[in-house]
């Protein structure tokens, strides 16, 4: 057994850890499982959710600083440590209230360094929960001290969890004495990854308030005024635009429609010139009847019994190139982002063109 030149006081803690160890490793994983497992079900997001028991070498080194202020090695708060790092702040928050939830929090030695600066300071910011398994959560006969032994919760953000681990490797623990223009360096740094964490939760709340008016937009009917974007079209296929024209194409050959994801077409559309959800409702009405009518042309001489749901919407936007007179070049476009560049695109936009030609549709 390694010794540490510790003082008898320092000895017997360190003994007294050793004994503990095998509680503090079930306690580790059992830790671990209902923080992931709250997690998962409220729909968190986490970069990470992770724990240790503190190692033998580095309580020594803690006891050799610090072991007078202890009794037991039970008074030591982080022989157990968890972490649960998030994107944005103000899921720390959230987090925070589920581990209230969980675990019976020592609010006495918990702490939130992030109101401990002033106003004109920066520094680390995590928020730690000194915690206990609450009986009606868990218990073992085998471990009887698994409710009774205290650990260590620290919650904070990727951006927070960046500082502390440059903050600790360059002056923390480094055992020597950092210069001030190197600190002031970091305290500098410090202050821009706050306001960054700022700027980040600020951002997706503008995004999801977007959102919530896109949606509300979209329900209302009101599409002249939403622009064409990844957002705005979910939620305007959610209104299934295509459904009717799908079901009339469908009818043709009794054929049954098969769902697939029409997202695919965005870029499409805007490269059509496209810009709201109004201009597809308007080409839907003036082109109905003409995409209808190349859909018969092309299915009346076959006996397909399966279409995908993308038809309608493909059929208005060869109508729509055509009709714009973006001609071949316009259709081998469409198939190039459709199918993949390939030589047969062109083959097959000469194809569509005749039949368009057919049907007097140019």
């Keep these: 057994m390694e010794k ?18 095998p509680t503090l490793l079930v306690m580790k994983d059992l830790v671990l499982d209902i923080l992931r497992k709250d997690i998962a079900d ?61 675990f019976d ?20 910011n995590s928020l730690h929960f000194i915690c206990r398994i609450p009986g009606r959560l868990y218990s073992d006969p085998e471990f009887p001290l698994l409710n009774e032994i205290r650990f260590e919760i620290q919650i904070r953000t990727s951006l927070q969890h960046v500082w502390a681990t440059l903050y600790h490797d360059s002056g923390y623990k480094s055992g020597v004495e950092v210069p001030h223009i190197y600190l002031r360096q970091m305290n500098r740094l410090a202050g821009m990854l706050e306001l960054a964490d700022e700027q980040f939760c600020l951002i997706r709340t503008g995004i999801n308030d977007y959102r919530r008016r896109v949606q509300s937009l979209v ?45 695919r077409y965005l870029p499409i559309l805007k490269a059509m010139g496209l810009n709201t959800l109004g201009d ?23 006996d397909i019994d399966i279409i995908t749901s993308a038809v309608a919407l493909q059929n208005l ?46």
């Design 4 to 21: 540490y030149g510790l003082d008898l006081h320092g000895s017997l803690l360190l003994d007294e850890y050793r004994e503990l160890r």
């Design 42 to 102: 409220k729909g968190l997001m986490v970069t990470a959710t992770e724990a240790r028991v503190k190692e033998e070498k580095s309580l020594a080194g803690k006891l050799e600083l610090k072991g007078a202020k202890y009794a037991s090695a039970t008074d030591i708060t982080d022989l157990l440590g968890a972490r649960v790092i998030t994107f944005y702040s103000d899921d720390v928050d959230k987090i925070a209230a589920m581990v209230e939830n969980l």
């Design 105 to 124: 929090i020592d609010r006495e030695n918990s702490v939130d360094k992030r109101k401990m600066h002033q106003l004109d300071s920066f520094g680390y």
């Design 219 to 263: 329900a209302d009917g009101h599409l002249e005024g939403v622009a064409l974007d990844g957002d705005s079209f979910k939620s305007y296929l959610s209104m299934q635009p295509f459904d009717a024209l799908n079901r009339k194409i469908a009818a043709l050959n009794q054929a049954e429609i098969q769902e697939v994801s029409l997202q």
């Design 280 to 302: 597809i409702e308007k080409m839907i009405k003036d082109y109905h009847e003409d995409a209808y009518r190349l859909a018969s042309f092309q299915l009346g001489v076959t």
């Design 317 to 362: 936007c060869i109508v729509h190139i055509l009709r714009s007179g973006r001609g071949k070049p316009g259709l081998t476009a469409l198939y190039n982002t459709l199918n993949g560049e390939s030589p047969g695109n062109a083959a097959l936009a000469e194809m569509v063109y005749k039949q368009a030609e057919n049907l007097k549709l140019i």
